[in-house]
C-alpha cells in the first residue's frame, strides 16, 4: 500500500525525487539537535538509576493490591467526591 501512494505521490509531482521512505529510502536526519540527544541521554541515565534502585530493593513497591485496599480506596474517594455533591 505504502509503495501504491508513492508511486502516485511522484506522478503528482517531482518533489523529493529521492527514493521515498516506502522504497526504502533514507529517513535519516542531518540536522541532530545535540540538546535533544543530550537531554534523551540524561532522561535515560535517570531511568536506569530509578531501575538499578527498584532491582536493589532501595524503592519498595506494592506488588499486591487486595480487594480490601481496593474498597478502601474507593470508599475514602467516594467521601472524598460526597464534599463536592448535594444531597
Not at 509503495?3 to 541532530?32: H, P, Q, W, Y
Not at 467516594?78 to 464534599?83: D, G, Y
Request: aromatic share 4%; glycine share 6%.
Amino acid at each position: 500500500m505504502a509503495r501504491t501512494i508513492e508511486r502516485e505521490r511522484r506522478k503528482r509531482t517531482n518533489k523529493n525525487a529521492v527514493s521515498g521512505f516506502a522504497d526504502g529510502g533514507d529517513n535519516n536526519s542531518t540536522n541532530i539537535d545535540s540538546s535533544v540527544v543530550s537531554a534523551n541521554g540524561n532522561a535515560m541515565i535517570r531511568i536506569l538509576a530509578i531501575l538499578d534502585r527498584l532491582e536493589s530493593g532501595d524503592i519498595v513497591v506494592q506488588t499486591h493490591y487486595g480487594i480490601t485496599e481496593m474498597e478502601s480506596e474507593q470508599k475514602r474517594k467516594m467521601e472524598a467526591e460526597s464534599k463536592f455533591t448535594r444531597a
